[in-house]
């Protein structure tokens, strides 16, 4: 099988660089602002992407539930913290959360088997 992770990263790295390289003003504005509103702020960076992961999971991104998680990972966020935030995201956006929470697991997963 495929490393998940690793591919899923060359992929968002390929298409933002397609898509920054493409020069449109507003896309680089929204990729700026998004970067920006993750920085430490009065809330931490750690707080900021359990918040990011939430609300991902809510609205069904699958993309950016797997950025969050991963970024999470990095800012030490343990394998309790986050399913204690996905079930908040489950809780908030009913059980057609169910499926992303599963591959959302799974991702985690693999990022702890990267190690």
Request: net charge negative.
């Amino acid at each position: 099988m495929a490393d998940i992770v690793q591919e899923f990263n060359e992929y968002r790295s390929k298409m933002n660089e397609k898509l920054l390289a493409d020069n449109n003003k507003i896309v680089k504005r929204i990729f700026n602002l998004d970067t920006n509103a993750y920085a430490e702020g009065a809330l931490d960076v750690k707080t900021k992407e359990l918040l990011g992961l939430v609300a991902s999971a809510v609205l069904r991104c699958d993309d950016c539930v797997k950025y969050h998680l991963e970024t999470s990972y990095k800012e030490g966020v343990t394998k309790e913290e986050m399913m204690e935030a996905m079930g908040i995201a489950t809780l908030v956006g009913g059980t057609i959360v169910v499926p992303h929470l599963r591959r959302a697991y799974e991702f985690w997963e693999a990022l702890e088997s990267n190690q």
